[in-house]
């Protein structure tokens, strides 16, 4: 667990409720194997932020979910929707990014 609360930036029509739900239902798909609502390029979080820099990826990896994904498995994130190892890597840090989400004093920056 991070020493300090995070900061997080949303499009203004957005809460800390709406980002905490987003990562819920991301782990729901990728623990359900036959799935198919986030199979395309974008994931729950893409409305939430203005900008790929904006996203939880940003401020849990400090890199974009394509960065990481063309790092690690040598595609882009909408490809590996359904590679088991790309869904293991995700089961295993989402709940930690909900954990991070949950805690006291996380505060939400609205734009727009």
């Known amino acids: 667990m991070r020493k300090n609360p995070i900061t997080i930036r949303v499009k203004s029509r957005f809460t800390l409720k709406d ?6 239902d ?3 798909y990728y623990n359900q194997s036959y799935a198919k609502r986030y199979d395309g390029i974008n994931c729950s979080l893409c409305r939430l932020f203005f900008s790929c820099k904006n996203c939880l990826w940003g401020i849990f990896h400090h890199k974009e ?3 990481i994904a063309q790092k690690r498995f040598g595609t882009d994130a909408g ?3 359904k590679d088991k190892k790309w869904r293991a890597f995700r089961i295993k840090e989402l709940p930690c990014w909900l954990q991070e989400l949950k805690r006291p004093g996380v505060k939400v920056n609205k734009w727009g």
Request: charge should be negative; hydrophobic fraction near 55%; charged fraction near 25%.
């Open 26 to 28: 991301l782990i729901l």
């Open 79 to 81: 490809s590996l929707k």
């Open 65 to 67: 979910c394509d960065y």
């Open 19 to 24: 980002v905490i739900e987003a990562v819920e």
